[in-house]
């Protein structure tokens, strides 16, 4: 799929379901996130992933 393809595909979520997300999915797009150009290289990242549904909604 060509790079134009990929933006005229794109589509935003509003809704979603309520499935646990397999953790290596999960790491899948935090590294892809993680090859996006930024201005400041070093940043440094710090992910917490919370899959108990009562501890996100406490949090």
């Known amino acids: 799929m060509d ?3 990929v ?3 794109r589509r935003t979520i ?3 379901e309520n ?3 397999d953790i ?6 935090i590294s892809a996130g993680l090859k996006a150009p930024t ?3 070093l940043r440094e990242w710090e992910f917490v992933i919370v899959n ?6 406490r949090i």
Do not use: G, Q
């Open 24 to 29: 290596e999915i999960i790491k899948k797009i």
């Open 7 to 9: 933006i005229e595909r």
């Open 3 to 5: 790079f134009y393809e």
């Open 52 to 57: 108990d549904k009562k501890e996100r909604l």
């Open 39 to 41: 201005n400041n290289h």
């Open 14 to 16: 509003r809704d979603f």
């Open 19 to 21: 499935k646990p997300v």
